[in-house]
T-cell receptor, first 115, second 117 residues
Framework: GQQLNQSPQSMFIQEGEDVSMNCTSS?????WLWYKQDPGEGPVLLIA?????ELTSNGRLTAQFGITRKDSFLNISASIPSDVGIYFC???????????????FGQGTILTVHP | DTEVTQTPKHLVMGMTNKKSLKCEQH?????MYWYKQKAKKPPELMFV???????INESVPSRFSPECPNSSLLNLHLHALQPEDSALYLC????????????????FGSGTRLTVV
């Protein structure tokens, strides 16, 4: 099956620093999603990318959909303590003939921000 | 309403118990999903319902039994679970193709933390 390789696995940074994480895939996805998950909660959608080469921002977050449709990165600028959590990339595909979208997740990046 | 509501938030059950997890959404989504998530790992797909019919069963053991009574509700019935089934169980919903092309509005609930003793 398809796999997403997400890196780094974990990051320990000081408040105010910028963060960058990325995902690569062996297969093409039509949509890339970036989620953040806090302990004991479900994943919350941060950014959705629909077009190859697309660059999208959401506040301090910026994400890009790779030209080949096989990769994406997420940047967080000027990190703050509440950025702590696990960040997941996910590729979304509509398998031929089906009505639903199937998500494939990366392994996650655990972010720790020191005040 | 842009939420997926899951109950209960926490559940502790013995290996001989029968319990149910419930999920509800009122966004008009016609696809609903159950995921299982272990600590610090990504969610793993268990079941997909599309238009209230089971579309995917990812080789899940029969001690997990899903049910979709209507377009807003999704249940997961649990029976004779094992300690290794302890995990966070997430429900999600989305719009369906080809009504929308894009992120499908894929929304997750907060999950049920299940502990099997």
């Amino acid at each position: 099956g398809q796999q997403l390789n997400q890196s780094p696995q974990s990051m320990f940074i000081q408040e105010g620093e910028d963060v960058s994480m990325n995902c690569t895939s062996s297969s093409i996805f039509n949509t890339w999603l970036w989620y953040k998950q806090d302990p004991g909660e479900g994943p919350v959608l941060l950014i959705a990318l629909y077009k190859a080469g697309e660059l999208t921002s959401n506040g301090r977050l910026t994400a890009q959909f790779g030209i080949t449709r096989k990769d994406s990165f997420l940047n967080i600028s000027a990190s703050i303590p509440s950025d702590v959590g696990i960040y997941f990339c996910a590729g979304l595909e509509n398998a031929g003939g089906t009505s639903y979208g199937k998500l494939t997740f990366g392994q996650g990046t655990i972010l720790t921000v020191h005040p | 309403d842009t939420e997926v509501t899951q109950t209960p938030k926490h559940l502790v059950m013995g290996m001989t118990n029968k319990k149910s997890l419930k999920c509800e959404q009122h966004m008009g989504h016609r696809a609903m999903y159950w995921y299982k998530q272990k600590a610090k790992k990504p969610p793993e797909l268990m079941f997909v319902y599309s238009y209230e019919k089971l579309s995917i069963n990812e080789s899940v053991p029969s001690r997990f039994s899903p049910e979709c009574p209507n377009s807003s509700l999704l249940n997961l019935h649990l029976h004779a679970l094992q300690p290794e089934d302890s995990a966070l169980y997430l429900c999600a919903s989305s719009q369906v193709y080809p009504m929308v092309i894009g992120n499908y509005g894929y929304t997750f609930g907060s999950g049920t933390r299940l502990t099997v003793v």
